[in-house]
């Protein structure tokens, strides 16, 4: 056993060069002295425009943009704001934020405002505090091309929150950053009052990464969210106290409602994701695997819904520009824990219509939209007027590029969804759709310095029905400030 043992360590230190292992007991980055770098305080001014056919703007327009664009067929934004980016990674504490309002009209002709980004963000050695409304990506895929995660994707409008923990991976103690940790808890407001009012959002995740600078690395990450508390217009008051907290947090039944009794206070979603990453000098790959779960918790591979998830695999790579980035992903959530929530008498714990709830009757959205993928439609389309997700059964192919061809930067993407209703025994193909977009961005420095974006899309299908559309961006950056 023992000369096994040393077999595997002499492999593993074999398929790196000695001085790339790291010997510092804890290697967090972190050291004394003065930064190199600077502070520097930002602001920004945009101006946007979208026209398209059909009833709505083609679904890569709209989706995945914070809530940023409007699904109407004819839009234009104005942004404006002031931003600080984090600067100094190896001194003990760093500081960023943004206060960045958009100002939109569309038709038919209506006018909204709102703060895109209004946030703080503190970290004090390894530790972070986030206060504001920042959007909530916790994604260990590449954002810029994957369709997006199950929980938080950047789909809807990010909600005011408060986050405590790690943000980011860093090396526990004594094991040399071949060992890392991060997680988190947050507390926020669903301030959209769609259907419940003053309810509250809890998020917690937790990850572990081995591997650190040896060429494969395994990750293991788990999310636990929940819509809780709140006034109802059907039962009022449904709890909003420290008790109530306490059975959320611990996914545990109480409450003064039959449904909160018998199952788990609150309306919880749940994720889990495994990732394989091998890295090169210059290139790296990602193959990722995850889960989705509604019900009582089980480790992935496990459980009723084991056939639910998004799988993919992800390159990137630093020598070539023209192809900096590919992502294939597979999304089937048409398991949902089997058929029958119960029959005969007998509780099967399935139909599980991801998204939706009995008492939180508009679900895992916000403003109308999902906080998860997109690609579980949100109530936004629904053209009866529902609040409710109305197809939550999806089985999605996803692929994405990205590059950079003589400064033009671009992003190409392409998804085609089969979608099945929510009827959990029935195998119909209710409606299909395939969603392109080119997007193309270009800083010109001899235009005073503007940077010029083209984004291209379309809809083929009877989901959202045939539609083409353009939308067209204009940025001027510049310092206020530095020091």
Known sequence: MKSKLLLIGLLLCSVVHAHELSWNWWPTGIQDGVSPREDTLRWTVGLSGLASSGQYAPFWLTSNTYGDVSTSPFSGNLTAGIYKTAAHPERWWDVDGAVILTGRVQHPASGTGYFNQLYAH????????????????????????????????????????????????????????????????????????????????????AAIRLGGRLPVNVSYEFHHAAQWGGISPVYGDIGSDWSAFKHVFMAQSGGTMYNDRMNAQGNHVGSQQLMLTVKGRQWEVHAYWQNFFEDNFAFIGNGQNITDGLWGISMKQRRWPFIQGFTYEFLNTTGQSGPWHDRDGLCYAGDDRYY???????????????????????????EDGTIHTLNSRVRVHHIGVRGDIYGFQYRFKASYARNYGNDNTSRAVLSTNTALLLEVHKHVEQAWGLDFGLRLAADIGDQFGNSFGAQITIRKNGIIAQW
């Open 356 to 382: 939706q709830n009995v008492i939180f009757q508009n679900g895992w959205n916000y403003f109308y939209r999902s906080l998860g993928t997109p690609f579980i439609t949100s109530p936004i389309y629904n």
């Open 122 to 205: 503190l970290r004090l050695y390894i530790f972070d505090i986030t206060a504001g409304i920042k959007p909530m990506i916790y994604e260990m895929q590449d954002t810029a091309l994957s369709m997006g995660s199950m929980i938080f994707s950047g789909n809807s409008h990010p909600l005011p929150h408060v986050t405590i923990g790690i943000d980011r991976y860093v090396p526990f103690p004594g094991c040399y950053g071949y060992f890392e940790i991060k997680g988190g808890i947050t507390h926020g407001w669903f301030a959209d009052n769609v259907y419940m009012r003053h309810s509250y959002l809890h998020h917690k995740f």
